[in-house]
């Protein structure tokens, strides 16, 4: 690459100030470690429990309703859900209407460590959301919900 290309190290501040996906990415970073660390005890981190909430329903789901939800291609979900199959807090049943498709469940063990992490959850959360008193809570996860059903 030659010098006539090159960026400005203007720029370059230019973007660590206003890059929302370079302060999205290190928002992320930031509230998962704190997440893993509050749900050690659990043996499941931050984004495993976002996995076991999103299959706490009446009825096991289909992969592709969960992937969507948590912003995963089913390839990614499939290889999150290994471990905890392993562990014994999922099940992956082949769906009886339609053999194609996977079933995803909570076993009695999978409900047990998401009852035990949800008051950990949920006492961090109230301390994260108190921790940011000019940011309204609601707005900020109504601007995520925007930007993240853009793309």
Request: proline share 7%.
């Amino acid at each position: 690459m030659s010098n006539e290309q090159a960026i400005s190290y203007e720029t370059t501040h230019l973007v660590r100030d206003t890059c929302l996906c370079l302060h999205a990415q290190r928002a992320a970073r930031a509230l998962s470690r704190r997440f893993d660390e509050a749900l050690r005890p659990t043996g499941i981190t931050s984004g495993q429990f976002s996995l076991l909430n999103a299959l706490n329903r009446p009825k096991p789901p289909p992969i592709g309703p969960v992937a969507q939800l948590l912003a995963m291609d089913r390839t990614t979900l499939t290889a999150a859900l290994k471990p905890l199959e392993r562990d014994g807090l999922v099940t992956i049943a082949r769906d009886p209407e339609d053999r194609r498709n996977r079933l995803l469940g909570l076993t009695d063990r999978g409900r047990e460590v998401l009852a035990a992490a949800v008051p950990i959850w949920r006492d961090l959360h109230a301390a994260i959301e108190a921790g940011l008193p000019e940011v309204q809570p609601e707005a900020l996860r109504g601007g995520l919900r925007a930007l993240s059903q853009a793309g």
